[in-house]
C-alpha cells in the first residue's frame, strides 16, 4: 500500500536558520506531491506542488521542494526562516492509479526561536 | 481563498448520539472530501466524492456515512458517534481533472464526544 513518511516530528529552527522537511514516500506508480501549511486552529494552505517536469519546484513564502525519484523523496526547503513560519507541515502524494485520493503523511510541528 | 465553509465549526456531543457535519462549497467543483486529523496521524481520508450521489470510501470509513445530493453540499453522518470519533474534521474540495490539481481546505470541525 502506499505511504508517506516524515521521519521528523518536531523540528526547531533560529530565526534566519535555513530548514529542511523530509518527505518520504512508497508508491509504485508516479507520484504527484504536495506540500501543505497548517497554522494553529487553521486549515490547510497549499505550499507547492511537483507533478512533472523540473524536479526543483518554488512555492509560496519563499518555500521550495525538489523531488528525487532514485530516493523517493520530496524535501521542502527554505533558506531563512521566519517567526512566523512557525506551524504544522504536512507532504502528501497522489497518482492517478490510485483514484483521486491523496495520501498525507504525519506531519512535522516546526518551532522557531529567536 | 476557495469558497469552503463548514458547520457546525465546534460541537461536543454524547457517546451515542447522531452528528452530522456539513461541508459548502460556492466554487462549483466536482470533488469533495471528507478528513479527520489526530495526532500523529495526519490526515486520513474517511469518504470522497466524485459528483452528485457519487461517494466511495477512504481508510478510515467504519462508522462513517456521507451524502451529497447537491453539488454544494456534502454531508458527514456519525450514526451513534463514540469517543474515538472525537477529532478536527476538515472538508476539501478539488475541480476536476487530474489528481495533481491541488485540494483546497476548509476550517475544520472540532468534534467531542464524551
Known amino acids: 500500500a502506499q505511504s508517506v513518511t516524515q521521519p521528523d516530528i518536531h523540528i526547531t529552527v533560529s530565526e534566519g536558520a535555513s530548514l529542511e522537511l523530509r518527505c518520504n514516500y512508497s508508491y509504485g506508480a508516479t507520484p504527484y506531491l504536495f506540500w501543505y501549511v497548517q497554522s494553529p486552529g487553521q486549515g490547510l494552505q497549499l505550499l507547492l506542488k511537483y507533478f512533472s517536469g523540473d524536479t526543483l519546484v518554488q512555492g509560496i513564502k519563499g518555500f521550495e521542494a525538489e523531488f528525487k525519484r532514485s530516493q523517493s523523496s520530496f524535501n521542502l526547503r527554505k533558506p531563512s526562516v521566519h517567526w512566523s513560519d512557525a506551524a504544522e507541515y504536512f507532504c502528501?502524494?497522489?497518482?492517478?492509479?490510485?483514484?483521486?485520493?491523496?495520501?498525507f503523511g504525519a506531519g512535522t510541528i516546526l518551532r522557531v526561536k529567536s | 481563498d476557495a469558497g469552503i465553509t463548514q458547520s457546525p465549526r465546534h460541537k461536543v456531543t454524547e457517546t451515542g448520539t447522531p452528528v452530522t457535519l456539513r461541508c459548502h462549497q460556492t466554487e462549483n467543483h466536482r470533488y469533495m472530501y471528507w478528513y479527520r486529523q489526530d495526532p500523529g496521524h495526519g490526515l486520513r481520508l474517511i469518504h470522497y466524492?466524485?459528483?452528485?450521489?457519487?461517494?466511495d470510501k477512504g481508510e478510515v470509513s467504519d462508522g462513517y456515512s456521507v451524502s451529497r445530493s447537491k453539488t454544494e453540499d456534502f454531508l458527514l453522518t456519525l450514526e451513534s458517534a463514540t469517543s474515538s470519533q472525537t477529532s478536527v474534521y476538515f472538508c476539501?474540495?478539488?475541480?476536476?481533472?487530474?489528481?495533481?490539481?491541488?485540494?483546497?481546505f476548509g476550517p475544520g470541525t472540532r468534534l467531542t464526544v464524551l
Open positions: 502528501a502524494v497522489g497518482a492517478a492509479e490510485y483514484g483521486n485520493k491523496l495520501v
Open positions: 466524492s466524485y459528483g452528485v450521489k457519487d461517494t
Open positions: 476539501a474540495i478539488r475541480g476536476a481533472g487530474g489528481i495533481y490539481n491541488e485540494q483546497f
